[in-house]
């Protein structure tokens, strides 16, 4: 397979179900496919996908990262790294990801954040079109930034997938689309509308996929606790009546429905679920009051 951009990165790990296939093959086969904005997002965000397919037969995970990592702040022992060799490090680290997680397939697809952000930028739509295209009927569930996401370049991200997606035949489409947290939580959602993933399965391992991203790590942000602290308050803060029945929970929000209908715009989609917070913190003021 073929990428715009000359370092786009296409990895097929040793360690993983598909070693010794092209990336081709190995992305035909997946089973869940994981496309988001910036290195260590996958782990950050969509562990319960890689640990759903982690030493599972028949589950091929395969990752997407869409930018080059250029920008990324930097401090300590990375503070007089060049952009240039920033993107190397980034690129290393997600690769290392990719091992440990025994991913089917890792695409690094190097493209500028600005372009990402750009609706139709012709590189963007072809990466996208290759890889939406070149998934197979294995292929259960994607996973996308969601919506109401606060960086710019994850709703750009997210964008552009929607846009590659409604661009396939209908029945090449996936057929369930989950848009997981990132910048902003997904606890504004009514209780009936949030896509509880369990992220429990393999703690270390958990951990051990968000402490490969050092240099973002040693950047001064704890991404490392803050993405399991995430998950245990999640399982825990979900319901205050409930016993927790697992330990770790991250949420995602449904977007199938924005696949299903490409008439409905993302932006009314979003909207409808803010309207839905607003009447019930609304009706339980009114109620009590
Ligand atoms: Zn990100």
Redesign the pocket.
Known sequence: MKLARPEADLYVPATGPSAGLTPAAALARTTHLCV???Q??IE?NAYPAVAECYEKPGKYFTGVVMTNGAGSARTGRFAHVTDAEMQLIRRDEQRRAADIGKYSLQLQLAHASGDVKKPGHPGVAADLAAIFGGCGPALECVYL?QPADK?D??VGCFLRCLEAIRALPRDQRPRRVLGVE??RDLDWLADADKVAMNASPNPKLAEELVGVFESQIAGGKRYDRAAIGRRVANATMLSSHAVDSVEAVSFAMDLTPLVVDEKLSARDFTLAHIEKLRADVGGRLEKLG
């Open positions: 988001i904005a910036h260590d997002d950050i930034h960086h370049t994850h990132g910048w």
